[in-house]
């Protein structure tokens, strides 16, 4: 007869060790479902809609829900729209700017003038602005001289464009354009500004203008070489973004016959009270 063996202490350790790590296994999802049912159980669903969506087409998605990442855009700014007076003399000047199109491609209008003494001249700008780096922009257009008052129908001009405005280190908005006309009359304006805030509202603009002519033009009173050199330090208050008064000083340094309302050089001290809107 045979006796049977009794079961060794050392065998029923890995039996046991296997059931314990197959319990664990076992209950590991369970205890997650459970856990996330309860975390879940204060989620309330939204309500159905109750206008659904009809279908539509990626463009009427676009258009009602604005995702559109190149939109048609436009604006118009009233920069300088001003009273001078200097020399005891008083004058008017604008200069204005507006454009419409998209990130990279815009038609852009640029015009500005002065009226003193019976006298107006003026320029109007057209150009074709395409983006070619961040805050830098191509321009190629034309531009118009004209005026009115004594001598004006011999002083208009049509010149050829091109240039570059943009925006350089430490904020300084500079723009730079070359110009070519009839009779090989040839000229470049040079410009830069810069806004300072004080305040919120209280901003102070200083402004540099230098315009160089290849050729005199003595209809127009210009003499070649550097014809005038203008500095103006505006303070505007700012009502609202889009509205803003100010008050400065602008010196205009004229070179030659450059003035068409002094025929002489000189040095012009002018104070000035003006507007400034865009929208």
């Not at 200069?95 to 419409?100: C, L, N, P, R, T």
């Not at 010196?251 to 450059?258: A, C, E, K, P, T």
Request: charged fraction near 25%.
């Amino acid at each position: 007869m045979t006796v049977p063996r009794r079961a060794d202490a050392n065998d029923c350790r890995p039996r046991a060790l296997s059931l314990m790590l197959a319990l664990f296994v076992l209950a590991t999802p369970t205890a997650s479902r459970a856990q996330t049912t309860q975390e879940d159980s204060g989620h309330i669903a939204p309500p159905p809609a109750t206008q659904p969506m009809p279908p539509m087409s990626t463009q009427d998605m676009d258009r009602v829900m604005d995702m559109h990442d190149d939109p048609l855009l436009a604006m118009f700014k009233l920069d300088q729209f001003e009273r001078a007076h200097g020399d005891d003399a008083y004058s008017t000047s604008w200069e204005a700017e507006a454009w419409i199109g998209r990130d990279f491609d815009r038609l852009w209008l640029r015009t500005e003038g002065e009226h003193e003494n019976g006298i107006t001249d003026a320029r109007i700008e057209a150009f074709w602005d395409h983006a070619f780096a961040s805050f830098w922009d191509w321009q190629l257009g034309a531009r118009h001289d004209f005026g009115s008052g004594p001598g004006a129908p011999a002083s208009q001009r049509d010149w050829a464009a091109f240039g570059v405005q943009g925006l350089a280190p430490y904020w300084f908005e500079v723009e730079a354009t070359a110009y070519v006309g009839e009779q090989g009359r040839t000229a470049m304006r040079l410009r830069a500004e810069y806004e300072l805030l004080l305040t919120q509202r209280l901003i102070l603009q200083p402004e540099l203008e230098a315009n160089v002519y290849g050729k005199s033009d003595p209809d127009r009173g210009i003499t070649d070489g550097l014809s005038d050199f203008e500095f103006g330090l505006r303070l505007r208050y700012e009502i609202r973004r889009e509205i803003a008064p100010y008050v400065g000083v602008v010196w205009v340094r004229r070179f030659g016959d450059s003035g068409l309302q002094t025929s002489q050089s000189g040095t012009d001290a002018q104070l000035v009270a003006g507007l400034r809107v865009w929208f």
